[in-house]
């Protein structure tokens, strides 16, 4: 029994250790492109594959995506009876989307395919032997595309994006099939890069904490965990960051994280699995083993490297001393002042110990609350009542060290919830609501949003009420409780 109790110890260690990843790609679907150009345009149905085949390239070397290849993609359509060539109409993409077990799939189409010249010849004035060739030559491709989410059948994100070249690009012109085999093959296969890279590089903010990180770095050599099997070569440009404060949207989902640049590097030599790096800007000495990198699309110039520090930074750029925004450790409470109400009485807290804590932690947060009065409820329609961000701790009536405190835990919890590690992300917004238990009404707020992820509808329902008791005009928390139904 003890010997089959530690091989199966072993087997779940192994499969925690190398099946399940730390940071879940997002599962995504790029269905061939329409032809919507106008009636000069030079786009035809071996263009439009070429495209689409180009888009999911650079969707792979990103490292935030899982990506279905095209012809995975029409397998599945000619079994269902369906079409993926062209497709444009939402309902069949989510279609074949949940067939095929992806989150997104992509539609779109090219608008515009078009190769311009002008000028003419200059002639030489020696026995009429010809003359010099000048002028200008252009491309120009747009594509204008959807990110339809499988599961809801809502459009996730819309780009529209153009790329133009004025010469070509040496190997993209066959890299992509032969789709740009022609007399101005070239030159258009540039312009289709410039505009694909584009569209890749917004898709990339859909997908936060899906980066590659630093192994290590010493001066100015750094060595991250990408290699050419993810697509990488010498010569390519990566960007070294951290994140900061979450993108959230009207309805509480998040939308993107900002960022902090620390440093760009450039690919010397690429391995298998991991690359080694240049500094070109910043300094290698600011940067840590686990920083995150991406795939830097554009100029080194179009980076701007942070002069904050992570603490600052981690606080939205906030001008208070390090000691203030120095970490809470997990066994301290900080020391609250809390606006009285006269003759309002505190309502009886429901504190639970979903966070692991001990009955005598869960008994002092008990006394805690019963003994501090109810901070005023806020009147500021605009903020306080409405929003689901940090700026509604700035609205708290309590010490700046605290507001601090409850802002970095607010930011680790935002990072794990927008992975969607939801189990972890539930107990660091039960930790930030306990800095502040007679006020924080906001992670009170979050607390339930995660529970209900968790599948916890009762879970969900307490911290809910947890928050109106706090704040009973928080309009995020009456229109969950009436959206989900609980």
Not at 413 to 429: I, T
Request: proline share 4%; charged share 20%; hydrophobic share 40%.
């Amino acid at each position: 029994m003890l010997i089959l109790t530690k091989r199966l110890f072993l087997i779940i260690f192994i499969f925690f250790c190398f099946v399940v990843p730390s940071d879940a790609k997002m599962r995504l679907a790029v269905l061939e492109f329409q032809n919507n150009g106008n009636e000069g345009s030079l786009a035809t149905d071996a263009v439009c594959r070429g495209i689409t085949d180009m888009l999911t390239t650079e969707l792979f070397k990103t490292g935030a995506f899982e990506v279905y290849e095209r012809s995975r993609m029409e397998a599945i359509a000619r079994e269902q009876s369906l079409s993926a060539t062209g497709v444009l109409d939402p309902s069949t993409a989510v279609s074949l989307g949940r067939i095929a077990g992806v989150e997104t799939v992509v539609i779109g189409a090219i608008t515009e395919f078009s190769f311009n010249q002008s000028g003419g010849v200059i002639p030489l004035p020696i026995g009429g032997w010809g003359g010099i060739a000048v002028g200008n030559q252009k491309a120009t491709v747009a594509l204008d595309l959807r990110v339809i989410d499988v599961e809801t059948g809502k459009v996730r994100m819309v780009a529209r994006e153009k790329g133009t070249a004025d010469k070509s690009i040496g190997g993209i012109a066959t890299q992509y099939g032969g789709y740009f085999e022609s007399e101005n093959g070239g030159i258009l296969a540039a312009a289709a890069y410039d505009c694909v890279v584009k569209v890749a590089r917004k898709m990339q903010a859909m997908v936060p904490g899906s980066a590659h990180k630093v192994l290590s770095a010493s001066g100015s050599s750094v060595t991250i965990n990408v290699g050419s099997n993810d697509g990488v070569q010498p010569g390519q440009l990566m960007a070294v960051f951290f994140e900061t404060n979450p993108i959230v949207d009207l309805d509480g989902s998040i939308l993107g994280v900002e960022r902090e640049y620390l440093a760009v590097l450039k690919v010397k030599e690429a391995q298998g699995a991991y690359s080694k790096c240049e500094v070109v800007k910043g300094s290698g000495g600011k940067l840590d083993r686990g920083d995150n990198v991406e795939i830097l699309f554009g100029s080194p110039d179009e980076i701007s490297i942070t002069t904050h520090s992570r603490a600052l930074a981690a606080l939205g750029g906030s001008t208070a001393s390090v000691a203030e925004a120095a970490p809470v450790e997990a066994t301290q409470s900080p020391v609250v002042a809390v606006a009285s109400v006269p003759d309002q009485p505190s309502p009886q807290p429901k504190v639970t110990s979903s966070s692991g804590r001990s009955a005598v932690q869960v008994q002092k947060a008990v006394l805690a609350q019963e003994q501090s009065p109810k901070p005023a409820v806020v009147q500021d329609d605009s903020v306080g009542n409405t929003s689901v961000q940090s700026e509604v701790i700035d609205l708290y009536p309590t010490d700046k060290r605290t507001k601090n405190n409850i802002k970095i835990a607010h930011r680790g919890a935002y990072s794990a919830y927008s992975k969607k590690q939801y189990k972890k992300a539930f107990e660091m917004f039960d930790r930030a609501f306990n800095l502040y238990p007679e006020g924080n009404y906001l992670h009170a707020y979050w607390a339930g949003r995660t529970a209900f992820n968790l599948r916890r509808k009762s879970d969900a329902r307490s911290w809910m009420d947890r928050a109106l008791e706090i704040n009973p005009n928080y309009v995020p928390a009456l229109d969950f409780i009436k959206d989900k139904k609980l």
